[in-house]
């Protein structure tokens, strides 16, 4: 597993437990940018040295393509 790799993965469980924080929504794990998307609040939230940073402010907004294929 290479370094880049290994700072983006999530435990699994932490996964099932984590919604978005402005929908409450499911979020999905994009294991190749390293990121949490929600598809509701169209936001992707980043997950640095394998830790989720669940706060709104540090989301980027999601592009019309990128909800398109969630």
Same mark, same amino acid.
């Given at each position: 597993?290479?370094?880049?790799t290994?700072?983006s =993965?999530?435990?699994? /469980?932490?996964?099932e437990i984590l919604v978005?924080?402005?929908?409450?929504? $499911?979020?999905?794990?994009d294991? *190749?940018?390293? =990121?949490l998307?929600? /598809?509701?609040a169209?936001?992707?939230?980043?997950i640095r040295?394998?830790? $989720?940073i669940?706060l709104?402010d *540090?989301?980027r907004?999601l592009t019309? /393509?990128?909800i398109?294929?969630?």
């Amino acid at each position: 597993m290479s370094e880049d790799t290994a700072q983006s =993965e999530i435990d699994p /469980k932490l996964l099932e437990i984590l919604v978005c924080p402005q929908t409450r929504g $499911p979020l999905v794990f994009d294991r *190749e940018k390293g =990121e949490l998307l929600s /598809k509701g609040a169209a936001l992707a939230y980043p997950i640095r040295d394998g830790v $989720p940073i669940m706060l709104i402010d *540090e989301a980027r907004a999601l592009t019309d /393509k990128e909800i398109a294929a969630l």
